[in-house]
């Protein structure tokens, strides 16, 4: 058994309602509220193709596809194909999406999802039907997804000032990044762990958390964390975390609580 744990299709239809139309195996409530939640399907100019975040131990992918056209899905303008998993790689789930809407898109059946996804959760792999090669999980090595953002761009954009997010991830202390634009939160967020390489632990990353109750919750009983967030009230609310990462601005502020981290900068 591989590190897979559901996947469920949200399709916009021709009168423009959001429906989360089907899933295996079946996805509770309290989930399927969190993922229609970073489903972008009703904002068209604000749609974001690929999206990741992390919620109690469970790593979510995001994929939306256009469906116009499509003589298979004639009522459906929009869909997300959307994979549950236990392991962070953003690329192996986003190339596996792919395959999956292929399946689904040249027949118009979820239940066709169903056959490449029972092979990879039980065998590795499967046919990918969008080309002659075979889809493998042993092809997608974690230590490339860890390394597929820069650590570099991070260093250009802060300077001398990347110094306290070293310090900071190297104390375990709590990170918040925020960014306006989806894509720029998970892109920050995901290289900041390359800071303490040595330890190779991407589940200290949560990429995109909205400040409600139930994703708070979840966030706070860790004791360290990088969590990305596009809602800019975020700097106001410094008993989230110990250092503040401002990605527009290119500025880095360390909150009044843990001053005392400063000290390990010099």
Request: with cysteine; aromatic share 12%; glycine share 4%.
């Given at each position: 058994?591989?590190?897979?744990?559901?996947?469920a299709?949200?399709?916009?239809?021709?009168n423009n309602?959001i429906l989360w139309?089907w899933?295996?195996p079946t996805v509770?409530?309290?989930i399927r509220?969190?993922?229609?939640?970073?489903?972008t399907l009703?904002?068209?100019d604000?749609?974001?193709?690929?999206c990741?975040?992390?919620?109690?131990?469970t790593?979510y992918y995001?994929?939306?596809?256009?469906c116009?056209n499509?003589?298979?899905?004639?009522?459906?303008?929009?869909s997300?194909?959307?994979?549950?998993?236990?392991?962070?790689?953003?690329?192996?789930?986003?190339h596996?999406?792919a395959?999956?809407w292929?399946?689904?898109?040249n027949?118009g059946?979820?239940?066709?999802?169903l056959t490449?996804?029972?092979s990879v959760?039980?065998?590795?792999?499967?046919?990918?039907p969008?080309g002659?090669?075979?889809?493998?999980?042993?092809?997608?090595?974690?230590?490339?997804?860890?390394?597929?953002?820069p650590l570099?761009?991070?260093?250009?954009?802060?300077g001398?000032?990347s110094?306290?997010?070293?310090t900071?991830?190297?104390?375990?202390?709590?990170v918040?990044?925020?960014?306006?634009?989806?894509q720029?939160?998970l892109k920050?967020?995901?290289?900041l762990?390359?800071?303490?390489?040595?330890?190779q632990?991407?589940n200290?990353?949560f990429p995109?958390?909205?400040?409600?109750?139930m994703?708070?919750?979840?966030?706070t009983?860790?004791?360290?964390?990088v969590a990305?967030?596009t809602?800019?009230t975020?700097?106001?609310r410094?008993?989230l975390?110990?250092?503040f990462?401002?990605v527009?601005a290119?500025a880095i502020?360390?909150?009044?609580h843990a001053?005392?981290?400063?000290?390990?900068?010099c």
């Amino acid at each position: 058994m591989y590190e897979l744990q559901a996947v469920a299709l949200i399709e916009r239809d021709t009168n423009n309602d959001i429906l989360w139309v089907w899933s295996y195996p079946t996805v509770e409530d309290p989930i399927r509220e969190l993922v229609m939640g970073r489903c972008t399907l009703d904002k068209d100019d604000d749609n974001v193709e690929y999206c990741f975040c992390h919620y109690q131990q469970t790593w979510y992918y995001l994929s939306n596809f256009k469906c116009d056209n499509n003589p298979n899905l004639p009522k459906v303008t929009m869909s997300c194909l959307v994979l549950l998993t236990k392991d962070f790689n953003p690329e192996k789930y986003q190339h596996f999406s792919a395959l999956l809407w292929h399946s689904y898109s040249n027949s118009g059946s979820p239940t066709d999802i169903l056959t490449p996804y029972l092979s990879v959760y039980t065998k590795g792999s499967c046919p990918d039907p969008t080309g002659d090669e075979t889809f493998a999980v042993k092809s997608f090595d974690v230590r490339v997804a860890y390394i597929a953002c820069p650590l570099r761009d991070v260093v250009q954009m802060f300077g001398i000032e990347s110094i306290y997010i070293y310090t900071a991830l190297l104390l375990k202390k709590r990170v918040a990044v925020y960014a306006p634009v989806v894509q720029d939160v998970l892109k920050v967020t995901r290289s900041l762990p390359l800071f303490v390489w040595h330890r190779q632990n991407w589940n200290v990353v949560f990429p995109h958390v909205e400040l409600n109750e139930m994703e708070l919750a979840d966030l706070t009983s860790h004791g360290t964390y990088v969590a990305g967030f596009t809602d800019a009230t975020i700097e106001a609310r410094t008993e989230l975390y110990d250092l503040f990462v401002n990605v527009p601005a290119n500025a880095i502020s360390v909150a009044p609580h843990a001053k005392g981290m400063c000290k390990y900068c010099c």
